[in-house]
């Protein structure tokens, strides 16, 4: 076995095939366009990417090329076609990619997936392309059918024999390339189309470059999770938008999956590493981290499945599903305390901690909470919603009641109508005081009636040692600037940090 030569053409298919599957998956996908990605351009270049992005002739003459090359050069290295023109064209092709988006404006010392310096992976493609180009072995292909047999020397055996048997070693790559195509058949029949895979993706290069420094981290259990934990509700479509009937439907309007992957990516980029999810949420989880290989932590919601009394089968489902930490969502701990169901709300906590994973409780209601605490039922973590009530919208303290979020919606402005979610903040305040396992703060904004800067602060002072915000894309950044500041400023806070 000529293992230097088996090496390098598993080394050329395995690029090539990278390629082949970023051309074909964008063709597929019907209306892929590199519009988006050359308008946001970044860099010493970015006026000339912007111009053609923003022309749309041109980009229909850019877009079946890109296309075009990615799958020809995909076709060139995986088979052993034209190998070395292949190699030149995909480090070109690598270089337009790096020089559209440089990683040049980053923080040097930034300790987060997906913030490179100088190198990212289109350059460490284009080396690798060079290593291939440079090297006189070029592995097994189909390059080596093209030419005639070399005169037999004396001595040497039957150059047809050989010939006969390096053809069949160099016909190898076409069955491999059969079951690369089975695989990526079998991932799009599960999960769709994939237009977000490598070399051409790269969102928010113009706003990463005003991050302020490294966002702070913490632990939940042995978990290492940033204190800016990215909300689930904007990309489920949960708007709590009051009476702005429209508000939800115009959220799931906008976040569609591309906008909610690409929104993710900024955050992680950005230096969010957890995202605390509804149920429902799960798949679209789980196939962004399968589709882009994502380390993001998924903490996720679950509830007792009611129409069969079942209180662990979305435990084990969460689960399947991949997810990191799991926690007990906060309406149905409201309901289940309301209802005189504590036990099982200790059944669905040692279950989860049974299976080995971090187990939360959630709740609007504090009094929720306080009642769990009294019946020695402690979490690993809680998640509690924190903020005040100084906004307008916010109904007279006289008026609420416990447990009435999630409750009926009234119309009379003097009562509860989606509009507040942590009903008593002095007794949150209290309760998160004397806590003793790490607090995540929740609907710190009030979904929205609250200012950024005046909600951060508010639930950092009095407690929290995570706060958990729904983000769209454009306020990724200044949310993470607006925690670190926040962070590095804080004063009156008390109580002691925990994870």
Known sequence: MNWKKLSITIFRVAIGWHFLYEGIAK???GNWSAAGYLSSSTGPLSGLYQWMGSSEGIMNVVDPLNMAALILI???????????????SGILLLLLYYFAHPPFGGSLLANTE???YIVNKNVIEALALLVLLVLKEKGWGLYALLFFPKKKEPGEKSTAVKSRREALKNLATIPALGVLGLGAFNETQKFGVDTLSGATIKVGGADIKELKGELPKG????HEISRLVAGGNLIGGWAHSRDLHYVPSLFRAYNTERKIFETLMLAEEAGINAINIGFPTNATMQKYKKLTGSKIKVITQVHPDADNNDYLVNINKAIDFGVDIIQVQGNWCDWLVRDNKLDKIDL??????EQGYTAGLASHTVDSLIACEEQGIIPDYYMKTMHHDNYWSAHPRENRFPF????????DHNRFHDNLFCLYPDKTIDFVNRATVPVMGFKVLAAGAI???DGFNWAFRNGADFICVGMFDFQVVNDVNITIDTLNNLQGRTRKWYG
Do not use: C, F, W
């Open 27 to 29: 063709l597929a996908d």
């Open 74 to 88: 995909g076709l060139g290295l995986t088979l052993g076609l034209a190998i070395r023109i292949s190699a030149v």
């Open 114 to 116: 997906g913030s490179l």
């Open 219 to 222: 632990k939940i259990g042995p």
């Open 348 to 353: 669905m906590l040692n279950h989860i901690r």
């Open 404 to 411: 009435e979020v999630d409750g009926k919606k009234y119309a």
């Open 451 to 453: 200012q950024p800067e």
